[in-house]
């Protein structure tokens, strides 16, 4: 028992001169309950995974939290959805070889369609974990565009007001994007199709 009170000493005198963590900006607060829903579905959708979604509204509001103000003028949600779209697409990209499926996204996979048939249920994942990879191997702003687009049910002027471009911008990263993606993943789609 004196060996541990020696122990704790060192340690409980490092502490007392730690300073207090400061409190988050009440603007923080405020920005998080009003759009910690959207985030977490933003990320949800880009990555497929509930525990991802978390680490996604995680960085997205420590990196504001790092700031030294905080000023989303002129639209916060704008803000706050392309920097969810951003940091998933991020994650998406760091991952490493070894994927994992998460329990969550089996069980959503048989509560929506219980007649498919395991192998049919290991091809819906396998296609979405691929469509996944081969987004986040665009560009930045396509894969942005992508994301907006086909995850989130965005419009091409909705998408190019976002994101300060032209709709024809928007429609022709689009087109690039899509074939690009029917390129990676179409050997994937022949083998299945022909079966």
Known sequence: MCGDNLKEEPVLAAVTHLKPLPEPPKELERLFREHNDLI????????????????????????LARRAEIDLAPSPASYLHRAAVNASLDLVR???AAKRVALEDVESDLKENPALNPASKHEDRELRKLIQQAVARLGASAAEMFVLRYFEGYGNSEIAELMGTSQMVVAVTLHRSRARLRKEIGNYLEKYHEA
């Open 40 to 63: 977490f579905r933003t990320a949800y959708r880009v990555t497929g995974s509930a525990e991802d979604a978390e680490d996604v509204l995680q960085t997205v509001f420590l990196r």
């Open 94 to 96: 760091s991952r490493t």
